[in-house]
């Protein structure tokens, strides 16, 4: 299995603009969850989805942030419009079980927004 | 919620010694315990996990301690090589907590 995977590795775009982030999670796995890394904040999860349904979006920042899961292989998290503090890297991890279980983590998206 | 804080932000060892890392919760409710490692540039990558019924879990030049009574948990890596280094991070789950909340990760160096 290839594992979790993200595009872009990395976006540069200007404020206001709209990012798309990708995600591919492990097939067979039913739970999938978006993670923001910054070195202020650590690993802050956003959302949490099983069975492609979102279960938990508290960490969501804000209206500008939205997640989709549209089918058990495919998920999208969107900022629109960005601001540089949303500059980060964003992580998207899948396991089998949903919470209480090993997640296994893409190789991230650097996004820099300018 | 649960929050999640490691004691020492770096931890600098010699090769071939011992290292111990360690960790604090808040909820008591927590019932799932995971060490990841992550190396610059990639994803957090699994080392070992516990439930809250256990208090040792071993793996391979890896143990993880849990005390449930004071909130704490400890990652022991043995004979530390120039490949442990790295940032490593606890998280938690349970408790009513969706997602494992994370902890803000101690890097090890290793010294030669």
Partial sequence: DAGV???????????????????????????LFWYRQTMMRGLELLIYFNNNVPIDDSGMPEDRFSAKMPNASFSTLKIQPSE????????????IQGAGTEAFFGQGTRLTVV | ???????????????????????????????????????????????????????????????VLLNKTVKHLSLQIAATQPGDSAVYFCAASGGGADGLTFGKGTHLIIQP
Avoid at chain 1, 84 to 95: H, N, T
Avoid at chain 2, 13 to 36: L, R
Avoid at chain 2, 39 to 63: H, Y
């Fill in chain 2, 1 to 63: 919620g649960e929050s999640v804080g490691l004691h020492l932000p770096t931890l600098s060892v010699q090769e071939g010694d011992n290292s111990i890392i360690n960790c604090a919760y808040s909820n008591s409710a927590s019932d799932y315990f995971i060490w990841y490692k992550q190396e610059s540039g990639k994803g957090p990558q699994f080392i070992i996990d516990i439930r809250s019924n256990m208090d040792k879990r071993q793996g391979q030049r890896v143990t």
């Fill in chain 1, 84 to 95: 540089p503090r949303d500059s980060a890297v964003y992580f998207c991890a899948s396991s």
């Fill in chain 1, 5 to 31: 995977i993200q595009s872009p590795r990395h976006e540069v775009t200007e404020m206001g603009q709209e990012v798309t982030l990708r995600c591919k999670p492990i097939s067979g796995h039913n739970s």
